[in-house]
Every structure is written in structure tokens, then in C-alpha cells.
């Protein structure tokens, strides 16, 4: 299979993720599903052979046709790597390119450079990574942190009152759950797959628990991010068919009328 792709974070971080947690704080603050939230146990590596440890990518639905968004983290990354997808999908998927642009020329202005002159996607690439740093720092709970934390708060507090800082009023709304209802904006989602229409390119990756000689005879299939695509489509398909909304319902599922419906 081809590699897969989307706009992912090369950096990994101290410490270890806790995949729990981090599932946790994507649901209730950006509302995503545990079905859009992708884990796998390796590394992945992208063309340039670089280490990849966060993925954000957008799917089509081919059944209800409706572009959803995806977050991998892999197991192996360091501490945060949620926050630095949850800025990609945020920047990238839920604002309009109006919103996006002021963003970026604010966050700009702010780190002394010139928006003008500097690729929209290293900007994104830095904010995503300063949004992590940001968000780590509000769980940094040493001496050093605390004081830190106070002296941001402070520079919040003055910044947004003045309405002098876009992109940390962004920071906030994300962090107290501002975004958990948005919906994704169909403009922006759209340019993202036409940008990346299997994601940026990844190498050496794998489907955890899918065995690789099942996969080399999915002859239609030439990347996992179309084989996420396809098995999400599916379960909503079989959902839907089967008015799968129990735990008891799903665990029904089965028969003559299941091998039917995937007829």
C-alpha cells in the first residue's frame, strides 16, 4: 500500500502521551468522535524520512458525502502531540481562509516577521507547535510553571483586553471548549483536500492489527488513509442499516440480513 497522508507534526515532544488522555481532552473539547481519533502503536515516517508522531487528515464520507476530519497520534510520541493536531484541525478544517489569514498575520506580528513574506504553512506549522508549548504550559504545575502561567495570564489579560491578540483569544476559546460544537467549514475542508488529496506523503506506515498480506490484496485500496475512509463509511453504512445505536445492537449484528447488506 502507498502511504498515507495529511499534515502532521514531526516534533515529538519530552516525555511519553498518554493516549487515553489525549483521546479524552480531543472529545470534550473539540467534540471529535473516539471513531475519529486514529491510534497507532508505530512511528510513522514521512518521504523525507523524517519521524511523524500526529496526523490531521480530512475524509470523504462516499455514502452520506460529507468531508469529516481525522486526527493518528502515534503511541510512541512525546507529551502534547494532541494539541499540535487539535491547532490543524481547528486553523485548518473549522476557519474560513478570511479567519486563517488574520491569524496568521497576528500571530506574525506578534513573533517579529513578515506574514507577506513567509509560506502560510511554516506559519501554521510554528502555531501549531506554540499552541502545544502554550497548552503544556497551563499544566505545568513546578514552581517555574506557576510563575510562568501567572506572568501569561497577566499578558493575556492585558493583550485581550485591548483586543491586541487574535491568535491567543484563539488559544483560550479552544482551550475552554469554544470549538466543541463547530462545524467544519465546507470551503476550507474542501481546499484542504484538494491541497493534500491523500494528505502530505507518508511512508513506512502500517494499519495496527490488519496484517499486511490482507492488505497487499485490497487491490482498490493504495493507502490507509483509504482504508480508514472506506471502514468509516462502512460502520455508518451498517449503523444506519441495522439501527445500531446500543451497545447490545451492535454486538447483534450478524446474519444472513448483514451479509446482504454487504452484497
Sequence with gaps: MKGATGVFSKVRGSGIVDIESAKKWLNKTLGIDDTNIIVTNGVMRSFENDPV??????????????????????????????????????????????????????????????????????????MAEDFRRWMLMQQDNSVKGKIRRWYNNVLDFVLLSR????????????????????????????????????????????????????????????????????????VNYLFDEFKADTVEKIQNIGGKNFERSLK
Design 53 to 126: 508522531y500526529g496526523l490531521t487528515i480530512a475524509s470523504l464520507d462516499t455514502i452520506y458525502n460529507e468531508i469529516v476530519g481525522n486526527i493518528m497520534l502515534s503511541s510512541q510520541s512525546g507529551a502534547g502531540v494532541e494539541y499540535h493536531e487539535a491547532w490543524h484541525y481547528v486553523n485548518l478544517l473549522l476557519h474560513n481562509k478570511l479567519e486563517r489569514n488574520a491569524i496568521y498575520k497576528d500571530f506574525a506580528r506578534a513573533k517579529g516577521f513578515d506574514a507577506n513574506t513567509t509560506l502560510k504553512g511554516d506559519i501554521e506549522e510554528e
Design 163 to 234: 483586543r491586541k491578540s487574535l491568535y491567543r483569544a484563539v488559544y483560550k476559546e479552544i482551550s475552554r471548549g469554544g470549538y466543541r460544537s463547530a462545524r467544519l467549514d465546507q470551503q476550507s475542508a474542501r481546499e484542504f483536500m484538494k491541497r493534500w488529496p491523500t494528505g502530505r506523503a507518508l511512508s513506512d506506515a502500517y494499519i495496527p492489527s490488519v496484517n499486511n498480506a490482507v492488505l497487499e490484496n485490497m487491490n482498490s485500496i493504495e493507502s490507509y488513509h483509504e482504508f480508514y475512509d472506506t471502514c468509516y463509511s462502512l
